[in-house]
Each structure stands twice: as structure tokens, then as C-alpha cells.
């Protein structure tokens, strides 16, 4: 489909608006993964009718390493009059904070830094050299998961299990081209509860399989049991664990620029405080931690609220957004558990109007940055990925015009 054919010219849109506009603060959820990587949800319908049910207006697609669920998110999106914001997810590595043993967003590995792309191109556009480095990426992520399957299989000979695992089946049943190690874990699970009946003789099955150590898991919590495959198996010292290769991790300032040549924003997705109430290295002060991003070039940050408690989301989400940065929050829906699309803190605590407002505000500065580069070939960020804060207001109301117009018509 042609999306950006949907809105009239940007002089009628804004008109449009002036005269449509109510001034609602609309539900946003900007980071959701789909099949297309890994997702709790069976497809894109499952989650946007999810969205629709929940009042949610803005959904941002954010798959790991791929686009290829663009069509579709959008297509789905509109049938259901809901903004489509089209991002993505890569996981980095800056050589600088691993030799200083810096942990940044991921709270085990040194350097290890996940990034977004928020308001992506689509028709998504990624030119060579560019797209030869994610494909790259992307068949030794597969190969590592492939190599997985292949010692946990050794292991289900060893144990005498009845049954192996076929990775090609995985692939191609369970997912859209991308296989991660929670599909093997899914497909571990699904084949155990097909080969033993009850619930003792799989309990047996997983203490066998985990070298005499118990299901933590109710047997009938799919989800949680999954979890405990990958941690016991799949995950560092684990029987299958396999380690990633270098090859399968892109320098974090080629990812940004990766993230910029497809047409979006570099964006940090914070970690912030844990259930303790702690920090990595990285993300402590906040006051350091802006400058740093300054410094390389990122101007867009992201939360994944249920991680985090109210009172640290609003400290940091007011900081950043105060200070000039596009806030945006989400999801995830990368694991096997369903939650709500609508977005909540930790605890299930309700998003304050404070949180709300800074998350609307930056899906609607997104949403005017795709418009504008499949319109006029510059959003929000130029060439080199710096933004005009002077343009901010502009670009949010354009987005506002942008996510009424669909959700009016």
C-alpha cells in the first residue's frame, strides 16, 4: 500500500486539523515486537486488535534487525484507524565501554548496547554497504541459534529423551526468517508437553534435562517455563548455551548510522532502576548520561515502563524530554508473557498525565518525521543526525494532524 497517499498535502492536513483537532493526549505504545522477530503475540492482528481494545492510537512496530513486518503493521494499522510508527532494534557494541567494563543497557555484558531507529523510512530503504552489514548480522545471529539447536539436541540424545528438535521446522513454522533462542525454547516446550501427558512425568522430563535441578515454574505457565529453559539451557553455562560471535555485533556508531541512512532517529532504550533500585554503570546520573548521548550524536530516548518504577520514569523522562530529547515509552512484547498494550510503570501503576503528555509529544514528533522524509526527504534529524529544536513544536503538531487524520477518517 501506498501509507503516506492516505494524507492530503501537508498545508490541507494542518488545516484539517484546526479545524478537527480536540486536543485528546492519545495513548501511545512506541516499541512492540511482532513474529517477525520474536513477540508474544501470534501475529500483527492479535496485537492491534489488542491496541484497539485498550484505546491505544499509536503502536510503533520494533523488530530486531528487520523491517519486513512494515507492510503489514502498516496495512493492519490503518484498517483499524491506528497510527503506524515504523522503528527498529539492533544490538551494538562500543569497544571503548567494553575495555572500560562499562555496562551501558545490557546489565551483564560490558559495552553491550542495544539501540533504536524510531521513524523509519517505509517503503523501508536501506542501501548497500549498509544492507550487506545487516545481513551479515543477521545470518550469524541464525547461526548461532542454529548451533544452539544442534547441542541441545546432543544433549536430548544423551538424556535419552525420544525426540529432537528440527531446526528448519523452527524456522520455518515458527518464524518470519529470524530465529531467536526463545524459539527454540518455545519449541522445547511445545514438543515436551506433546510427548509426556502429565505433569509429573514432564516436571521429570525438565529435571532430567536440566541436570537434576527442579522446575522452578507452575507446569502450566508457559511463559515462565520457557524462561526457565533459556535460563538453564540456552543462556551463559548452560548445556546449548553457544557464544555469539564478534561477527554478530555491528560498532554502535555504525549502527547509527544505519539507523540514520534508513531514514530514522538513533535512539538509547534506558534500562533505568531495577527491582533494587539500581543502575548500570552508564545510566547513572542522568545528568552524565545526557551528555555523553550528546556527545555521540543521539538526540531520542525510549523506556520500557513496566521495567521501572513511576517516580525514576518521571525523574529521567521529564529530564530528557526538558532538556530537548524526544521521549518515547513501550512495551517490548519480546518475551512469552502477554501484558497489556496500554503502558503502565512497574507494579501495574497507571502512567501520570505528566508521563502521558511527554510520550504523546514524541510519537507525534516521530510521526512528523516519516511524513517528512517520504514527502520532502528531511524529518526531523539532517544527514548527520542532528535535530532542529527550534522546529519542535512545528513537528509536533504536525504529527497531532497526522494521528487524527487516521484515527478520524
Known sequence: MDFWKIFPEKEELLKWFEENGDGQVRLVNAH??????????????????????????????????TTNGYSEWAEVCVERKIFPLFNIEYISLNSSDQAAGIKVNDPNNPGRTYLSGKGLSFPAKLEKPYSTKLNSVLKESNLQVQQMCTKLNELLVKINAGFQLDYDAIKSGMTKGMVRERHIAKALRTRVNHNFVTAFERKLFYKTVFGGKELKSDIGNSAAVENEIRGNLLKAGGAAFIPESPEAFLDMEMVCKMIIESGGIPTYPFLADDNNGKFTDFEAPKETVIEILKERNICSVEFITTRNSIEVLEAYADYFNTNGFVVTFGSEHNTPAMEPIELFARNNTPLSPLLLEINYEGACITAAHQYLVATEGVGYIDADGKPDPDKRAEFTTLGKALIEYITKN
Open 32 to 65: 512492540m515486537h511482532t513474529p517477525y522477530s520474536f513477540s508474544a503475540f501470534t501475529d500483527i492482528a492479535q496485537a492491534l486488535n489488542m491496541a484497539v481494545n485498550e484505546n491505544v492510537k499509536i503502536v510503533g512496530i520494533n523488530d530486531f534487525y
